[in-house]
């Protein structure tokens, strides 16, 4: 195994974009570690220089105790000097060999297939499920087929640390699913260290054991995936990993580990929970998923302990287990959830609900504050899945 230490690394192109700025980053033996970000935040360029495909403007890099690159001590070791496996987007399979020549082609390179290699090949096929494919060609395969061939070949050398630059990025949803499970258990099975690169957060939290969420060359947080999905410490992230409901206010007192947050422009307060224990008269972020609020008619029986707010309900979408809406509360729109065992099949007519006064319900503590750093221009609602597609 072989963990992965950064140490302020930096890369820019063309001299003025900086694809990564000052990077630090220690991942550990073993792990299975995510860089997880949007197009551009550098995620894909973290990845090359790790891998020895770009050389670093400032910085060092070590693979276990080995300096692979220091820019201080014009020190850069070339990439098939590192130990590595490398699983591309684009499979980037021989189409004139076979499954099984491509597969040995990283031990033909380094020295004469006997015995002992022809096993290896053998049972890295039988790691990902195609050992009986070995004699067809990549044209013969599915892109899942494909996509398992290219995971063999980079596995068949037994390297101590795999990268995987977002592997499964060109595949229908349930391949991925499928695929990203046999990732994680040939990764449990064998051991290595592996760098996952994706912008799917789904993929992210099933297969890390951490988590680096980038965004413009820099690290906005690291930590579990429950970490990350449940208390994101940044609006970035909270908005990335799927925050529909992200509202400026200002913590009026704290009480353990609960804030009362007063929103900005409005009477509202809300209690939230407070992870990282900021003071009272903090601006903040306050971040909920529409998950977590639940409007109801005004008839409907409430609990004692929610925050009870009234507003007007408006774009309702289906969404199979249950029912996704906007509700307008004191000139601010929140997205928020209509259960199927309350509105039943009444949501379907959209028009005999647009409109209706409802009780909006948000549990104790189901909202996350984040230190309101960043001024992005608007707060944010959840937008429709028309509107998603079209962004």
């Known amino acids: 195994m072989s963990s992965v230490t950064l140490n302020h690394v930096r890369k820019a192109f063309d001299g003025r974009v900086n694809a990564i700025e000052h990077l630090d980053l220690k991942i550990e033996h073993g792990e299975f570690f995510v860089l997880l970000g949007p197009s551009g935040c550098g995620k894909t360029t973290t990845l090359r220089c790790i891998a020895g495909l770009e050389e670093p ?37 021989w189409p004139h060999m076979t499954v099984r020549q491509n597969v040995a082609y990283p031990l033909k390179t380094r020295t004469r297939l006997g015995d002992e290699q022809h096993r290896q090949v053998i049972e890295a096929l039988q790691l ?23 995971l063999a070949r980079a596995l068949v050398a037994r390297p101590a640390l795999m990268l995987f630059d977002e592997p499964l990025s060109n595949m229908d949803a349930q391949l991925r699913i499928r695929l990203r499970q046999d990732l994680r258990r040939i990764h449990d099975e064998l051991g ?19 988590i680096a969420v980038m965004n413009a060359g820099r690290l906005e947080q690291i930590g579990t995936p429950s970490e990350i999905f449940l208390t994101p410490r940044t609006h970035f992230v909270a908005e990335f990993v799927g925050f529909e409901n992200l509202l400026r206010g200002q913590i009026s007192k704290t009480s353990g580990e609960l804030a009362h947050v007063a929103l900005a422009g409005s009477d509202l307060q809300l209690v939230s929970g407070n992870p990282i224990g900021l003071a009272a008269e903090t601006p903040v972020w306050l ?12 008839d409907h029986p409430v609990p004692d302990n929610a925050t009870l707010l009234t507003g007007i309900l408006s774009q309702v979408t289906y969404a199979g287990d249950r029912y996704l809406a906007q509700v307008v509360v004191e000139d601010r729109t929140l997205a928020v959830t209509l259960a199927l065992d309350v509105w039943g099949t009444s949501a379907h007519t959209r028009e005999s609900v647009s409109g209706r006064s409802v009780h909006v319900l948000i549990q104790p503590g189901a909202a996350v504050v984040m230190p309101r750093d960043e001024q992005p221009a608007h707060d944010t609602a959840a937008a429709t899945p028309s509107e998603r597609e079209a962004a």
């Open 287 to 298: 971040a909920l998923r529409a998950a977590q609020i639940v409007a109801v008619p005004l």
């Open 128 to 150: 990902v499920g195609l050992e009986g494919y070995a004699d067809r060609y990549p044209a013969e395969l599915s892109g899942g087929q494909q996509q398992r061939v290219a």
């Open 192 to 210: 290595y260290t592996a760098v996952y690169v994706t912008h799917d957060h789904a993929e992210a939290l099933a297969l890390a054991d951490r």
């Open 57 to 93: 403007d400032a910085g060092q890099i070590l693979l276990g105790e080995r300096t692979v690159a220091d820019t201080q001590q014009g020190l850069f070791v070339a990439p098939e000097k590192r130990n590595i496996g490398m699983v591309f987007q684009n499979y980037a399979l």
